[in-house]
Each structure stands twice: as structure tokens, then as C-alpha cells.
């Protein structure tokens, strides 16, 4: 028997703010973005926000007007949000040298050999909750299972400043019940797909034909009947060791909302260059790209698409990604925000570009080198691409301040 946690810091960016600012104990607060540079949206809020109605992705102005203007709204400062969390981590790591960040605010620790039962386990759990918040001034909700799935739901069964025990004895009452999207990686696609099957607990996802999942969800059907039957064996990995790093991604909040396709074309090749020059950093070439765009309505599109030969060069990520939007945006609403991520990443030899010399590759990859040289010695904005040059409100955009991402592969599927 496998005995798992899975620790949740509660609402962890206001909780952070309130621990460092006790004057707003006992108020709404929020954690929002720089208004000023149009990032204001709800980023994290606490439970007196929460119980007004406020929901991350609303703007400052929808919030405000849900707590009657009685709401704090404090700038995210990510920098002591990391802080804050390292600690807490490093607390996990002197009990088990077995912790699996998910996220900032969250992990997974495997206590097998510090425990022997399920109450220990619970035990353990407990003591970590109350020094948690003794120690860093912030709440945590614990999972106490035999797998890595049933320990997150766990930590989701009861908030704040909670442990949940799933045991191999109680989980079919407990969790079955749930609705199906309460289980990991049930996204609102799956969601819907399953619903539609009328599949609409995690119970009748357990009971539900292995094949007919399979032929309907391909691997990821076969996975997410493990998770409801209770079957998930992946182990925690610790920090640094295994992961296998699965995209990269940049992204940003418009100055202003962009209205024509050079617009929005000048802003992939900003972020494209920054996604390039941290995978050439770690020696990777990505074999897709996926380009996000969020209009002025707030709603996400997503698309993907797959390269002709692996590239860590950024104009040829940028073009794919232009390419993607040009033939799926449909220009119903002004563009707000975008993101470009390369996807699909590996490592050390890659095919040749049958359709480009080797010598025009390269000579690509030395300019956008030289260019990185440069903007480390003289500052970003000393050279830039002439498509971008007479807009003065990209001057205000700095990928190398820009909110990225880095996903690990967390479950084969």
C-alpha cells in the first residue's frame, strides 16, 4: 500500500498578500493584474471575494461592482508568490525527499516510508497543516490517498484548512458520486464529450466499457478509467528528476487591443523570439506550435499545428503561428491578449528541412543569436523587427518580463 498526499495552498496569492499585510485580514481582497498596462483581471481572490461572486477572469471593474466597491485589489507580485512557496516546499522536502510540484501552489509527497497505516498518514497530514500555516501564515487543504489522483481529490473535498482521507476502503462512496469533471485532466471538451455519452459521474466512469472509451477518447479514454477505478500507479517524481520538459510557451496582455492581422503578426514574432532563445538554452527543437489569442470578450482560442521539420529558430515558430491565425481567427472582436508556445519538444539530433538549405537555416539561427548578444548588452529594445518598429506601444511589451510556461509531462498518455 502507497500512502500520497496532495497539498493545496488555499487561495494562494491573496492568502500570501493577507499574510504579508494583516490590515486586510477580514476584507475581500483580490490579486489582480497591472490595470495600467490592461492586465486587470482577477488573478486569485479569498473566500469573503468569493462569497460575493468574484471569479478569476472577471475585470477589476465587474469585481468591484460584486462587492458593492468594498473590495482591496492588490497587484500581483509573482516574485513573493515563488518565495513564498519555495519555502513551503522545502518544509515538504524534510519530510520526504519525494515531493512532485503541481504548480506553485500545489505538490504531491509520497510518505510510504514514513508511515505505516492510514491513520499515520493522516496524522502526518495533519501536522503538516497546522505548520504550514504556523510557519508561512497561510492555509493548506490536504489529500490523503493511496494514488496521486485520489490525494488531489482529496485536497479539493474540503477547503480551506482541511485533510480528507480517500482510503481503498471509502473511495467508491466518496468519490463516485462526483461529477466526472472533478476528476484530473476531465477538461470541458472531455467534459462535454462524456456528458453527451451520458457519462456523467466519476462512478459511471468506472463502470463505463473500457473499449467504447478507448475507441472514443483514444489513450486518453484509457487513462481516465484508470484514474476512476482507482488504478493509477504513476509515482512522484521529485522536482528535477525525470521531467521531460513537453513545451514552452510565452504570453502577454495587449497595451491595446490590436485590430489588424500586422498587429497581431508583430506581437507573435516578440514572443516567438523569447520561446526560441529558452529552448536553444536547453538544447531543444520543437515539433509544433500552438497559438492562443484572448479577444476583448475575454473568450480563448486555441489552435495547434505540426512543423516540417523540428526548428529552435523564431521566425519560423512565428510564421507557423501567424500562419494558424490567419486561417482560423475570425475577426468578430478585437484581439487582447496572445500567447505562443512551441510544443511537441525533443532534444539533441533533429531531421534536415527538405524545402531549406542547411546554410540558410543556419544563417537564420546566427542572426537571431547575434540579435540575443545585443539585447543583453544594450537592453531589449535596442534592436528591433521592422514590422514593430513605428508602433510605440509594443515598446512597452518585454517578453523577458512576460508570464511563461514550461510543461513537464506529468502522466504518459
Not at 492586465?39 to 462587492?67: E, F, P, S
Not at 514552452?248 to 485590430?259: A, E, I, Q, V, W
Not at 525533443?346 to 524545402?355: A, K, M, R, S, Y
Request: aromatic share 10%; charged share 30%; hydrophobic share 35%.
Amino acid at each position: 500500500m502507497r500512502y500520497i498526499l496532495h497539498s493545496d495552498l488555499n487561495n494562494f496569492y491573496a492568502s500570501v498578500e493577507c499574510m504579508y499585510n494583516p490590515e486586510l485580514k477580514g476584507k475581500a481582497v483580490a490579486v489582480v493584474g497591472d490595470a495600467e498596462k490592461r492586465h486587470g483581471i482577477v488573478l486569485a481572490k479569498n473566500y469573503i471575494a468569493k462569497q460575493y461572486g468574484v471569479k478569476t477572469g472577471d475585470t477589476i471593474y465587474t469585481a468591484r461592482t460584486k462587492c458593492k466597491e468594498e473590495l482591496v485589489c492588490v497587484t500581483a507580485d509573482f516574485d513573493k508568490y515563488i518565495k513564498v512557496s519555495k519555502l513551503v516546499k522545502d518544509y515538504y522536502r524534510s519530510i520526504t525527499p519525494l515531493v512532485e510540484s503541481f504548480g506553485i501552489d500545489e505538490a504531491w509527497l509520497d510518505i510510504t516510508n514514513n508511515v505505516k497505516s492510514f491513520d499515520e498518514a493522516v496524522a502526518l497530514a495533519d501536522k503538516i497543516r497546522k505548520n504550514v500555516y504556523k510557519s508561512f501564515g497561510v492555509t493548506v487543504s490536504v489529500g490523503v490517498s493511496f494514488n496521486k489522483v485520489f490525494a488531489k481529490l482529496g485536497s479539493d473535498l474540503k477547503k480551506p484548512d482541511a485533510v480528507t482521507l480517500i482510503s481503498d476502503k471509502n473511495y467508491k462512496d466518496l468519490i463516485y458520486p462526483l461529477p466526472c469533471e472533478d476528476l484530473l485532466y476531465v477538461g470541458c471538451a472531455t467534459k462535454e464529450k462524456l456528458h453527451k455519452n451520458n457519462i456523467f459521474t466519476i462512478g459511471e466512469l468506472a463502470a463505463a466499457d473500457p473499449k467504447f472509451l478507448h475507441l472514443t477518447f483514444g489513450k486518453a479514454g484509457d487513462m481516465l478509467h484508470k484514474f476512476a477505478c482507482g488504478l493509477d500507479d504513476s509515482v512522484v517524481v521529485p522536482d528535477g528528476e525525470g521531467e521531460k520538459i513537453k513545451s514552452m510557451g510565452n504570453s502577454t496582455t495587449c497595451p491595446r487591443d490590436l485590430k489588424t492581422n500586422e498587429e497581431v503578426k508583430a506581437l507573435i514574432y516578440i514572443l516567438a523570439e523569447h520561446v526560441t532563445e529558452r529552448m536553444r538554452k536547453k538544447g531543444m527543437y520543437a515539433l509544433g506550435v500552438s497559438l492562443g489569442i484572448r479577444d476583448d470578450t475575454l473568450e480563448w482560442f486555441e489552435k495547434q499545428s505540426t512543423l516540417l521539420s523540428a526548428t529552435n529558430v523564431a521566425s519560423d515558430i512565428a510564421a507557423e503561428c501567424y500562419k494558424i491565425f490567419k486561417q482560423y481567427y475570425v475577426w468578430n472582436h478585437n484581439v487582447r491578449a496572445v500567447g505562443v508556445r512551441a510544443i511537441n519538444l525533443t532534444e539533441g539530433n533533429v531531421q534536415i528541412n527538405l524545402f531549406e538549405s542547411p546554410e540558410a537555416q543556419d544563417k537564420k539561427l546566427k542572426l537571431e543569436q547575434t540579435v540575443e548578444s545585443l539585447r543583453k548588452r544594450f537592453g531589449y529594445n535596442i534592436i528591433k523587427r521592422g514590422n514593430i518598429v513605428e508602433d510605440e506601444d509594443f515598446d512597452e511589451i518585454n517578453p523577458y518580463a512576460e508570464k511563461h510556461t514550461i510543461h513537464p509531462v506529468s502522466y504518459k498518455k
